[in-house]
């Protein structure tokens, strides 16, 4: 789109059955999309004479990398073993951030998809999330993530420690952004899956 809200240029993005988090690296010109996948697989086990089916779902997510004629330049995250890869963003020196709405983590990594390191782990404790969503950061490289399982929106450092609780009285937050005159945006969901809020925060 342009800044007018025109759209510019349309693409198609293979289904997967889940939902997925798109950001753009403007210092390489990059389009990000975090995915995970639901792989059913068949265990058949034969105890005298009898077959017994069980099915073994296994998630896959990944982060995949594209140009802006959505030709395909890497795939990275699958190593680390993310469970729910679901909203993403890349701060001002190029690092790609992703939370973990399955195993309550954010993840790390530079411009070329090198894991950096991991923060988080399940809990409603200082440093804690569960089930994070949006996440975006600030101008001075702070990280905002939309703690939806513990209702609050958390900010850390860009190491990953914990720096404070911005707002703890929210229902169900859903995703993070910052607006051009440094306002945090925050959306809400009050009635899961149909009724939302926007909150704008002057001071956070």
């Known amino acids: 789109y342009t800044k007018q809200g025109a759209v510019l240029r349309q693409f198609e993005v293979s289904y997967t059955g889940s939902k997925k988090g798109f950001a753009v690296n403007t210092r390489r010109n990059h389009i990000l999309v975090s ?40 795939t990275f995250g699958e190593e680390q073993e993310m469970k729910v890869s679901s909203y993403i963003t890349v701060d001002g020196e190029g690092n790609i951030l992703v939370t973990d709405y399955g195993k ?30 949006g996440i975006c950061t600030d101008r001075a490289g702070n ?15 860009k190491t990953g420690r914990f720096h404070k609780h911005i707002t703890t009285d929210m229902k169900g937050p859903c995703a993070v952004a910052m607006a051009t005159q440094g306002q945090l945006v925050v959306t809400e969901n009050v009635t899961v899956g149909r009724d939302y809020n926007v909150s704008i925060l002057k001071k956070y």
């Open 35 to 74: 995915k995970f996948r639901t792989v059913h697989r068949s265990i058949h086990v034969e105890r005298s004479g009898n077959c017994t089916v069980f099915s073994d779902p296994k998630i896959f997510s990944e982060v995949e990398v594209f140009t802006p004629d959505w030709t395909l330049v890497r």
């Open 143 to 157: 990280i905002i993530v939309a703690d939806s399982g513990n209702s609050r929106v958390e900010m850390f450092d």
């Open 104 to 133: 309550h983590f954010v993840y790390v990594y530079n411009e070329d998809g090198q894991f950096l390191f991991k923060f988080g782990e399940e809990g409603s404790g200082e440093g804690q999330l569960k089930q994070p969503r």
